[in-house]
């Protein structure tokens, strides 16, 4: 099974939106609504910051949101800080029963 | 507070065997699905496997399957990697995780192990 297609990298100026997108297919994004995103900065184990396609667990700002259409779900920061530069994983349950990850997205704060 | 600390990584030579464990500490353990991810030097995430609450389900990624296994003590509080036939491949930051339910949504991660497969 293929991964998760993500932008390579996106890049937003503090106070901006970005939108990250996460493309799988109907066997893995599209038919099952247990989409997550990590955050990961260098060096640091990921932190989950969206789960079940919109949302938060305990702790992670409401200035990340999470969305799904089709086979394609997405990741919106507002309110861009400096410790929003990481990179972000999206994953999904799959058909097989287990989780594939998408090839990961570096967020540049500039 | 929750933790998960692994050991057991190393330098091994190709074909040969590790064993990773993680401790787990700040909650029932076996009340929950626990994983190992890995992540290769500069690459991204992939789900090795992922293992039941009693044990009794276990999961893994085609790659590895037929030369890991997973397992779990919750008397001890533990979760395992057993890596046999171990190939260059393999070389990653292994990582335990704490999954939200059955489906995978990893909410706890340990702060992972370095597994070197070299000659």
């Known amino acids: 099974q293929s991964a998760l297609t993500q932008p390579a990298s996106v890049s937003g100026s503090p106070g901006q939106s970005i939108t990250i997108s996460c493309t799988g297919t109907?066997?893995?994004?599209?038919?099952?609504?247990?989409v997550s995103w990590y955050q990961q900065h260098p060096g640091e184990a990921p932190k989950l910051v969206i789960y079940?396609?919109?949302n938060r667990p305990s702790g992670v700002s409401n200035r990340f949101s999470g969305s799904k259409s089709g086979n394609t779900a997405s990741l919106t920061i507002s309110g861009l800080q400096a410790e929003d530069e990481a990179d972000y994983y999206c994953s999904s349950h799959t058909s097989s029963n287990s989780v594939i990850f998408g090839g990961g997205t570096k967020l540049t704060v500039l | 507070q929750v933790q998960l600390v692994e050991s057991g990584g190393g330098l091994v030579k190709p074909g040969g065997s590790l064993r990773l464990s993680c401790a787990a500490s700040g909650f029932t353990f076996s009340d929950y699905y626990m994983s190992w991810m890995r992540q290769a030097p500069g690459k991204g995430l992939e789900c090795v496997s992922y293992?039941?609450?009693?044990?009794?389900?276990?999961n893994y990624a085609d790659s590895v399957k037929g030369r890991f296994t997973i397992s779990r003590d919750n008397a001890k509080n533990s979760l395992y990697l057993q890596m046999n036939s171990l190939r260059a491949e393999d070389t990653a930051v292994y990582y335990c995780a704490r999954s939200l339910g059955s489906y995978l949504r990893l909410n706890y991660w340990g702060q992972g192990t370095l597994v070197t497969v070299s000659s």
């Open positions: 293992i039941s609450s009693s044990g009794s389900y276990t």
């Open positions: 109907s066997s893995d994004v599209g038919g099952y609504n247990y």
């Open positions: 079940d396609v919109s």
